[in-house]
């Protein structure tokens, strides 16, 4: 199985700018950043799945180390990392819909969404892109963004996110708003 991200996706992802940098906060030196192995190597490997292990440390370090002007470089290379491992290997097969919106508002917020959704594809050892993976993941890109919110500013997609999930009815978003947010409407004129 592969990852089944739509044109659009990667073009969001790629085209998304990252936040301002906040003095203050811990280089990744300090968290340890993720070795990240060759992006050309990877691509080039005829199994991807050796990978998996570099994939899941690039994918952890995403999630766990804070935003920095320091750690820009090796964000923006991780997150290239995880995407394209996502995209070759069998572990993991993700089509993203309606329930990322809000996460389109800022790229490093998206890129923890799949981060979560990898890590949960390999621990719970279920490839099958499903309301549950959705829902951890979701839950993980809101904790990233209010870890990262001075870094990040306020985002109103993520502030409802951030309410739906603190009254706990984010599973009421994945059911009932979610599906609704591409959905034509019906428009008459009378």
């Not at 766990?64 to 097969?93: G, Y």
Request: hydrophobic fraction near 45%; glycine fraction near 4%; charged fraction near 20%.
């Amino acid at each position: 199985m592969k990852t089944l991200l739509s044109l659009a996706t990667a073009i969001a992802i790629s085209a998304l700018t990252m936040a301002q940098a906040t003095p203050g906060v811990a280089t990744s030196a300090q968290i340890g950043a993720p070795l990240v192995p060759s992006l050309e190597k990877l691509q080039a490997c005829s199994n991807p799945d050796c990978y998996d292990a570099a994939a899941l440390r690039c994918a952890h370090w995403l999630l766990e180390a804070p935003q920095s002007e320091e750690s820009e470089d090796e964000r923006e290379e991780a997150s290239r990392f995880l995407v394209a491992w996502m995209d070759l290997t069998d572990h993991i097969t993700l089509s993203l819909g309606n329930e990322i919106y809000p996460l389109m508002e800022n790229r490093e917020v998206l890129v923890a969404y799949l981060a979560a959704a990898a890590i949960y594809a390999m621990d719970a050892q279920s490839p099958v892109y499903s309301s549950s993976m959705q829902y951890h993941s979701l839950w993980a890109a809101i904790n990233y963004y209010q870890s990262n919110r001075d870094r990040i500013g306020s985002l109103d997609g993520l502030e409802l996110l951030t309410k739906l999930r603190n009254e706990g009815r984010l599973d009421y978003y994945l059911t009932t708003i979610a599906p609704m947010l591409a959905t034509p409407v019906a428009y008459s004129q009378e």
